[in-house]
């Protein structure tokens, strides 16, 4: 039999070094090609596995580091089959090296990408975001979004690859399992939006409706959101069915993206809870 030091019985479950055959995909896992190469993504944090779980993500395996303690809500919710195992302390910092450190996480496989067919589907607004890079941003909207009952997000121009990046997991506590996203380039929407007559609704500061005229609108949205510095692209405003402003102190030069998102999906809550 196997023996580790100390003379400690050989435990399979247990990762103790680098050279742990599941050392290996957990580092991978890390970077975009790793995501890539093994159709695999990392969820950090009980919370965010349990809101995985929640929204049918199979989980493959779970981890632990330490004196952390897999609570009995997990253990009892995880996939059936999924293995549980340990991975020392000294191991976990070698294993994330300059990224966060995680004490609990699971290797999941990644959820099937979502076409702009799925709009047929979904009578609830649409949250589109275009450009944005910063998880934080994407993460707040996307649990903005959630709570206000959207329908579902598309991010424009982002690949399918980073949608599952671990900080944009955590930024949105992982309730972006729990909300339809779908990924797409600004033509192939627009170009969606043309054939299907899709109402397009953008948020601009010259605009001369304000916002809370949104809110008796009898259809469904599609609003769109662009990054802070440049707002929405050129082509998106052209194609604009309607241009609402926020009114906000003049001192105010302009919002946090994410806190426009709030207020212009707040005054859509009785169409989305109708």
């Given amino acids: 039999m196997n023996e580790q030091p100390g ?3 050989y435990n399979p479950f247990l990762i103790d070094s680098l050279n742990h055959p599941l050392a290996g995909p957990i580092r991978q896992l890390l970077t975009r090609e790793g995501r890539r190469e093994l159709n695999r993504i990392l969820i950090d944090d009980e919370e965010n596995i349990l809101q995985a779980l929640e929204a049918g ?6 981890y ?51 076409g702009l067919e799925l709009l047929k589907s979904i ?15 994407i993460g707040n909207i996307i649990r903005t979004s959630l709570a206000l009952d959207l329908g579902g997000m598309i991010l424009l121009n982002m690949d399918p690859l980073d949608l599952y990046d671990r900080r944009l997991i955590r930024a949105s506590r992982g309730y972006m399992f729990s909300l339809p996203i779908m990924t797409v380039s600004t033509k192939d929407f627009l170009d969606y939006c043309k054939a299907n007559k899709e109402t397009l609704v953008i948020t601009a500061m010259e605009a001369e409706k304000t916002v809370d005229e949104i809110a ?9 959101f662009g990054s802070e510095k440049e707002g929405c692209s050129p082509e998106i405003e052209q194609a604009a069915t309607m241009r609402v402003r926020i009114p906000i102190n003049e001192r105010v030069e302009s919002l946090n993206v994410s806190a426009a998102a709030g207020i212009t999906l707040f005054n859509r809550i009785g169409f989305n809870r109708r």
């Fill in 123 to 137: 009578e609830k607004d649409i949250v589109v975001l275009e450009d944005l890079s910063i998880s934080g941003n």
């Fill in 216 to 224: 008796s609108i009898p259809e469904r949205l599609l609003i769109v």
């Fill in 7 to 9: 003379n400690a019985p």
């Fill in 57 to 62: 993500v199979e989980i493959e395996s779970l």
């Fill in 64 to 114: 632990f580091a330490g004196e952390e303690v897999v609570s009995a809500e997990l253990r009892n919710k995880l996939t059936p089959g999924a293995t549980i195992h340990e991975v020392a302390k000294r191991t976990t910092k070698k294993l994330f090296e300059n990224d966060k450190i995680s004490r609990i996480f699971a290797i999941a496989e990644t959820p099937q990408p979502r």
